[in-house]
């Protein structure tokens, strides 16, 4: 399971920058802008979470049993704020209606929501994986 746990975190890692790349220029996809606040929470939470996440899970044995246990809370609560900014990025691509609604708009990343779908439901599901992982130490 461990192995699994490390592959899911640098997976978690391209979506949260790959999200950040895709978005932070001023012609995204989609129906309508990402906020900058979604967007930089998207970020600055994820890059958190890596980084605590990484050190819970190198520096568990170091950090002794309490310790080790509060950064493994933290990381965790890194992970469910970006995945929640990324859920709310994903609501971007709704349909508009009525009669002024704008157009959607596409990219050279794909034809749709699919990328954006994938990588955001993703990361959820690997964070249901470090939750059960989190939870049940030694598995």
């Known amino acids: 399971m461990s192995a699994t746990v490390y592959v899911l975190t640098v997976l978690a890692a391209v979506v949260v920058v790959l999200t950040r790349i895709r978005l932070s220029r ?73 009669r002024h609604a704008a157009p959607a708009r596409s990219d050279s990343w794909s034809s749709g929501p699919w990328l954006s779908v994938l990588a955001h439901v993703g990361l959820l599901v690997g964070v249901c994986v470090f939750t059960w992982y989190y939870a049940n130490p030694g598995s």
């Open 26 to 98: 001023t012609q995204a996809a989609g129906r309508l802008d990402v906020g900058r606040a979604v967007l930089g929470v998207h970020t600055v939470a994820g890059g958190l979470a890596v980084v605590v996440w990484l050190v819970y899970l190198l520096g568990a044995d170091a950090l002794g049993e309490g310790p080790a246990s509060v950064v493994g809370i933290a990381a965790l609560g890194f992970w469910y704020v970006t995945v929640v900014a990324g859920l709310l990025i994903l609501l971007r691509w709704r349909r508009s209606r009525g």
